[in-house]
T-cell receptor
């Protein structure tokens, strides 16, 4: 069984600053994927970034990047140049089975952007 | 829009009634997933289809819940004899090993169920 832990229920950052959201996971799978999803208030879940466990290079998508530490089972999300539209719940998720399995989600981090 | 769609978006029902939700995945996706999300929590996996075959079911999926994907396209999730504890957002997601971003699940807007 997989577990995903997000230890920060809420984070706050000033607009244009950088913030890092933490995530740790535990899995017995050797082939797995990690994801960060964003869920704005009353809106649907949107993929932010994904990382294949077999890749050593950290994934990046524009202002979003991850710090993937496989040995430590850590997968943090860095948001640079924070914008008001980044305000949302952020969920870390993992899947095994080569990506075919259901996702295991953390409890989420509520990100507040201060103007 | 070719994203995942769900219907209805909101459903209010009385305890003991049956409800059915529909999910239409992204057209080229052969995998379809159902999740349940309660307030303040992350989504919890319920079940997964590859084409029309239901390959995995969570222990959260009690015998009051049934899901189908008869032609490998849209899926339905039925809850019989609803209970107040069934009140939640029901999310559908789809993915494909071949198309676009392989093995990445794309989510629909969800169906919010309220059981009175």
């Amino acid at each position: 069984a997989q577990t995903v832990t997000q230890s920060q229920p809420e984070m706050s950052v000033q607009e244009a600053e950088t913030v890092t959201l933490s995530c740790t996971y535990d899995t017995s799978e050797s082939d797995y994927y990690l994801f960060w999803y964003k869920q704005p208030p009353s809106r649907q879940m949107i993929l932010v970034i994904r990382q294949e466990a077999y890749k050593q290079q950290n994934a990046t998508e524009n202002r979003f990047s991850v710090n993937f530490q496989k040995a430590a089972k850590s997968f943090s999300l860095k948001i640079s140049d924070s914008q008001l539209g980044d305000a949302a719940m952020y969920f870390c998720a993992a899947t095994g089975g080569g990506g075919a399995d259901g996702l295991t989600f953390g409890k989420g981090t509520h990100l507040i952007i201060q103007p | 829009d070719t994203g995942v769609s769900q219907d209805p978006r909101h459903k209010i029902t009385k305890r003991g009634q049956n409800v059915t939700f529909r999910c239409d995945p992204i057209s080229e996706h052969n995998r379809l997933y159902w999740y349940r999300q309660t307030l303040g929590q992350g989504p919890e996996f319920l079940t997964y289809f590859q084409n029309e075959a239901q390959l995995e079911k969570s222990r959260l999926l009690s015998d009051r819940f049934s899901a189908e994907r008869p032609k490998g396209s849209f899926s339905t999730l039925e809850i019989q004899r609803t209970e107040q504890g069934d009140s939640a957002m029901y999310l559908c997601a789809s993915s494909s090993r071949l198309a676009g971003n392989p093995d990445t699940q794309y989510f629909g807007p969800g169906t919010r169920l309220t059981v009175l």
